[in-house]
Antibody, heavy 120, light 107 residues
Framework: QVRLQESGPGLVKPSETLSLTCIVSGGSINSYYWTWIRQAPGKGLEWIGY???????NSNPSLRSRVIISLDTSKNQFSLKLSSVTAADTAVYYC??????????????WGQGALVTVSS | AIQMTQSPSSLSASVGDRVTITCRASQGIKNDLGWYQQKPGKAPNLLIY???ILQTGVPSRFSGSGSGTDFTLTISSLQPEDFATYYCLQDYDYPLTFGQGTKVEIK
């Protein structure tokens, strides 16, 4: 059974960099889009971006200048760095596996979520 | 970016009711649409992908339909465990975008 687990600091100061890691267990990291999604308190879901198993990345234009997503295949994990954070970046951050092979397109496995609060 | 508009934003229903949630895309997305269920404090769970294909393990009371710009999620007979928030997601073009959610509450 595939399992995803986020880890990282739960509190980040304004203007600093948010860093999260997602460890993937129970399955290969190949052939999928490893994705970060966030949800501000009481709000909806926002796609942050992905790293493909080949190393290619893509991110939401609204965050692109601040986002780095990377993959470490040797450790079966991928990471998110979001720089220059403000209170608006306070959210639960989910990592998820996206399948994009016809006919299936979707996020079939998710981490449990990591709450990151931006505050001094 | 493609905007996804869900309606209603919330609804109250009773166990056994038939419930329909709609999602409209700001441009055509073929059938590249998924539906997700989220319960409080939990990660979303994939219910339906490619507009109408039921994810493995999801009860058959859930169904999806539509293509192009208009999509529907139907719960044929609402069960107590179905009270949750439902999101559509367009998987057609980047950035991927979610609807704002529909909260299904107990009447």
């Amino acid at each position: 059974q595939v399992r995803l687990q986020e880890s990282g600091p739960g509190l980040v100061k304004p203007s600093e960099t948010l860093s999260l890691t997602c460890i993937v267990s129970g399955g290969s990291i190949n052939s999928y889009y490893w994705t970060w999604i966030r949800q501000a308190p009481g709000k909806g879901l926002e796609w942050i971006g992905y790293v493909f198993y080949s190393g290619n990345t893509n991110s939401n234009p609204s965050l692109r200048s601040r986002v780095i997503i990377s993959l470490d295949t040797s450790k079966n994990q991928f990471s998110l760095k979001l720089s220059s954070v403000t209170a608006a970046d306070t959210a639960v951050y989910y990592c998820a596996r996206r399948v994009a092979t016809r006919p299936m397109y979707g996020f079939d496995y998710w981490g449990q979520g990591a709450l990151v609060t931006v505050s001094s | 970016a493609i905007q996804m508009t869900q309606s209603p934003s919330s609804l109250s229903a009773s166990v056994g009711d038939r419930v329909t949630i709609t999602c409209r895309a700001s441009q055509g997305i073929k059938n590249d649409l998924g539906w997700y269920q989220q319960k409080p404090g939990k990660a979303p769970n994939l219910l339906i992908y490619t507009a109408s294909i039921l994810q493995t393990g999801v009860p058959s009371r859930f169904s999806g339909s539509g293509s192009g710009t208009d999509f529907t999620l139907t719960i044929s007979s609402l069960q107590p465990e179905d009270f949750a928030t439902y999101y559509c997601l367009q998987d057609y073009d980047y950035p991927l975008t979610f609807g704002q959610g529909t909260k299904v509450e107990i009447k």
